[in-house]
C-alpha cells in the first residue's frame, strides 16, 4: 500500500503501522483527524490533498465510463452500453418519472443521473483499494451539491407561484388551519423548508459517509492493532467485522445516493406542485 | 510518530461541519464536469438510440399487428365469399325447383286447357252439324212430305199455316219415334 508514488504514506495509512497490543504502545483511535489529510502541494493558498485528489479522479471515471457507454450507441447495446442504460433508466423511471411525473421531471433528469452518480461514486472511493476514502465525508462536497439543489427549487417556485405563491408554497399556508395555530404552522414550515432542508440534505449524506469512514478505519486499526500475541484472536474477530462493514458500507453508498436525489426530486417536485 | 497524528496532536482539527471554501468550489467544479458531459452528449445521444431502439420494437409489434389484422381480414373475406357462395346456391336451387315446379303446373293446366278446347271444339261442331243436319233434314223432310202429299192428295195446301202445323206435327211424330227407336236401341 505504501508503494503509491503519488500519495506519501501519510495520506495512505490513518494510523501507526508498528504499534501493536501488548507493546506497551497504546491504542490510537481513529477520530476528526482521521479525515484532515496534509497537502501533496499547494497553489496558493489553496491546498491539493487526497480528498480533492480522489474526486478530480472519481470525475474523470464517471465521464470516462459514460462516454464509452454512451457516446456511440447502438440500438443493440454492448455489455458497457447496458450497464449504463440500466443505471441511467434505474433514476430516470424510478427517481425522476416516479416523483416529479414525465411530463415535467423530462427536464431535470440530467441533473439528477448527474448527481446520483456522482455522488455514488464519491461514496464508492470509501471501499476502493489504496483511495479508501468517502469524498462525500468531507462536508464541503455534500453541501455545495445540497446548495445546488437548493438553488434549482427555490427560483422555480418563485417561476412557478410568483412571489405570493411561493411564499404559500414555502410556509405551507393553509386556511383549513384554525387562526391561532396558522401563523405558528408558517413560521416552523418556513424554517423547516427554507432554512434548515438545504443543511439537512447535505448532513445526512455526510453523516452517513463520515460514521461509516469512521467504523471502517476503526475495525481497520483494531485488526493491526491486537495482531499480536493472544490478540490474534481478537484481530480476527476485528477482521471479519472489517470485511462486513465493508459489505454494509457498499449498501449504505447506494442508499444515500438513492435518497439524496429522491429528496431533491421531492424539493423539486414540492417546487412545481400547486398550493394545497 | 506519523506526521498525520502529528498534526492532530498539535492542531485542534477544525468543525467538520465548517466547510473550506476551496473543497466546495471543486467539488461544485467535478460535478459540473459530470453535469456538463451528461446534460449536452452522453444523455441526449443515448435517449436517440433509446427512442429508437422503441420505435424498432413498436415497429416490429405494429407490423405484426397489421399482418395479423389483414390475415384475419383475409379469412373474414374468404368466409363471407364462401356464405354468400353457398347462399347463392341454395337460392338457385331453389329458384330451379320452384321455376320447374310452376313450369309443370303450368305445362300441366295448359295441356288441361287444350284438352277441354279441343274437347269443347269437338261438341260444338258435333252440335253445329247435328243442328244443321237437323235443319236441312227437317228442310228436306219437310218437302219431301208435302211434294209427296201433293202428289197423293192432288191439291196442294193452300193454308202456309196449317201446312206447316202438319208438318210440325208429323216430325215430332218423327223425332219421337226415333227416340223411343234409341232407347231401346240402347236397352
Redesign the interface.
Known sequence: MQKEPAVSADQMLAFETDCHLFSGCGFEAPGLHSFVFEPMFSIGGFDFNKPILLALVGTLAIVWFFWAAFSRPKVVPGKLQMIGEAGYDFIRRGVVYETIGKKEGEKYVPLVVALFFFVWVMNLWSVIPLAQFPVTSIFSIPLGLALLVYLVWVPLTFKRHGFVGAFKNFTGYDPSLPGGVRPLVMVIEFFSNLLVRPFTHAVRLFANMFAGHMLLVLFTIATWYMLNGIGIAYSAVSFVMTIVMVAFELFIQLIQAYVFVLLTCTYIQGALAEEH | ?????N??ETEV??N?????????????I??A???F???K???P??N???E??RE?IEGGIEKAEAAQQEAADVLQQYKDQLAEARHEAARLRAEAQEQGAALIAEMRAEGQRQREEIIAAGHAQVEADRKQAAATLRQDVGKLATDLAGKLVGESLEDHARQSRVIDRFLDGLEEAAEADASGAAR
Not at chain 2, 1 to 5: I, T
Not at chain 2, 16 to 28: S, Y
Open positions: 510518530m506519523n506526521a498525520l497524528v498534526m492532530a482539527p477544525q467538520p461541519l465548517i466547510p473550506p471554501i476551496p473543497e466546495l468550489v471543486i467539488g461544485l467535478a460535478f464536469i459530470v453535469f458531459f451528461l446534460w452528449k452522453l444523455l445521444s443515448i436517440r438510440v433509446l429508437e431502439r424498432a
